[in-house]
């Protein structure tokens, strides 16, 4: 009997081993907030690929990252691993030396890489010295038409909206990949919606006629008066840009919306052609599918632009997951961009490093029961587009943030909390209110020991 369990036992093992791996393909898009899909219950954007895509996905709701500004994100992404660990805090930067990717992990495995898109590290310098095989990239930010890449190694002009031309390099990539026996990532990161060096999104006129009768609410907090956070955010960039951007009015704030969904929309088509071809390549039913936004982005909440400040529009971004095998719906998980890299390599069978600072999702991914993260912890120690050094936690309910002085990192300079059931804007700071102080002294404590985890 026991020679037969372990007779079973073997083949099970052999086909494990050769049962072929998925591929993978992970989409990045540029200061995407959690709230910029229909399917986020937005009445008022129209996105219906990437709608499409999260009826056969799981959506994670409470999806964070570790720090809202580019480079850094892009780093914990890959690496599923902390700024502070792993070199990379803030725009710019590189990832310390004998830092691994997700990608030396995958093509070890025997995976074919491809990337398209926007590269934000300076070390790496490029994608290709990251170990991807098929490269289309340019470097940080820049316009959405007519843009300079660099195309397998030559400098050229692509002409057009920026998102079409990466989309069809994605899909020579696909048609390429899927005449090979290998398994494949594809890792595509899109410009927009980031804005455009002129500070300002650049839709095409078609897509933004759609959105000229749109009267979007307003945020609920837009008129705040900063009562309770950090004194320098009064006059400090988030609120002077804001102010520049016309904030104070409602017309401004609808203004900018309604262009940042429009370059929404246009992405949103690009992307409907990649899903389009992955299926006409018969590649869907083989292929998992992640798409999270690198950072937020606050439209007029407090008064504020742009990301960095550990406020919800900042730090929490949109997640879908689909591919063979998961359970679709939504997900209310704390999730984190640092999760992604180790639910790659679970998910194509890869192990995954233990000084990974990320989970893998995929328990999560099949409907089991798995016991789970209760807070996430933000980190935004280097100053970044007018921020003040900070760190944060985020539970289901609360949120404490401490920012240090500008000039003595060191020397806590001020303290928020937020209970997110009954203030979900985050104007009312109950960092002061004797009632609160335990919670405050738990939270406290519980943002020590993140911190410390996180340490090599």
């Known amino acids: 009997m026991d020679s ?12 494990a081993v050769r049962r072929p791996s998925p591929n993978l393909i992970l989409i990045v898009t540029d200061d995407q907030r959690y709230d910029a899909l229909g399917c986020a219950r937005n009445a008022a954007i129209r996105t219906p690929a990437m709608d499409a ?19 850094a994100s892009r780093a914990c992404t890959l690496t599923g691993r902390y700024g502070s660990v792993n070199g990379v805090m803030g725009l710019g930067g590189g990832l310390r030396p004998g830092e691994k990717t997700l990608v030396t992990y995958l093509k070890a495995a025997g995976y074919q890489m491809g990337f398209a898109g926007k590269w934000h590290l300076d070390h790496p310098a ?38 079409d031309y990466l989309v069809d390099q994605s899909i020579r990539f696909l048609e390429s990949a899927a005449k090979k026996p290998a398994p494949f990532l ?27 009768q749109l009267e979007p609410p307003l ?6 008066d900063l009562t309770g956070k950090p004194p320098y955010l009064r006059t400090g960039r988030h609120r002077e840009r804001g102010t520049a951007y016309g904030y104070q009015t409602p017309a401004g704030i609808r203004n900018h919306v309604r262009r940042y969904y429009a370059s929404l929309t246009d992405l949103d088509h690009a992307l409907g052609r990649l899903l389009a071809a992955l299926d006409a390549l018969r590649l869907r039913e083989s292929t998992y599918i992640l798409l999270m936004g690198d950072n937020g ?7 504020f632009t742009s990301k960095v400040l550990p406020y919800e529009e900042s730090i929490r971004v949109p997640l879908l997951v689909s591919g063979p095998g998961l359970k679709p719906g939504a997900d209310r998980h704390l999730v984190l961009n640092a999760d992604l890299a180790p639910t790659l390599l679970h998910l194509a069978g890869v192990a995954v490093p233990r000084n990974m600072h990320g989970r893998s999702l995929r328990p999560l991914l099949e409907g089991r029961r798995t016991a789970w993260r209760s807070a996430v912890l933000y980190e935004a120690l280097k100053p970044e587009l007018g921020s003040w050094p900070l760190v944060a936690v985020r539970t289901e309910r609360w949120k404490y943030v401490q920012t240090f002085d500008l000039h003595q990192p060191g020397r806590l300079a001020f303290e928020e ?21 335990t919670i405050q002294r738990a939270l406290g404590d519980q943002l020590r020991e993140l911190r410390a985890s996180i340490q090599e």
């Open 4 to 15: 037969r369990r372990d007779f079973l036992r073997s083949l099970g093992t052999v086909w």
């Open 53 to 71: 895509l999260a009826t056969g996905a799981v959506r994670f709701t409470n999806a964070f990252v570790s720090t809202s500004v580019c480079s």
């Open 126 to 163: 490029t994608p290709a010295e990251a170990g991807f095989d098929f490269v289309t990239y340019f470097k940080a930010n820049g316009p959405h038409h007519n843009r300079k890449v660099i195309e397998h190694g030559r400098e050229r002009v692509a002409t057009g909206f920026i998102e």
């Open 186 to 212: 594809l890792h595509l990161c899109t410009q927009v919606p980031h804005m455009n060096p002129s500070f300002d999104w650049d839709p095409k006129p078609e897509t933004l006629a759609i959105y000229r």
């Open 219 to 224: 945020p609920r907090n837009w008129q705040d």
């Open 297 to 303: 982005w606050m439209m007029g909440e407090h008064g």
């Open 417 to 437: 909390l937020y209970d997110l059931s009954r203030d979900p804007g985050e104007m009312r700071n109950l960092a002061s209110s004797p009632e609160h102080q």
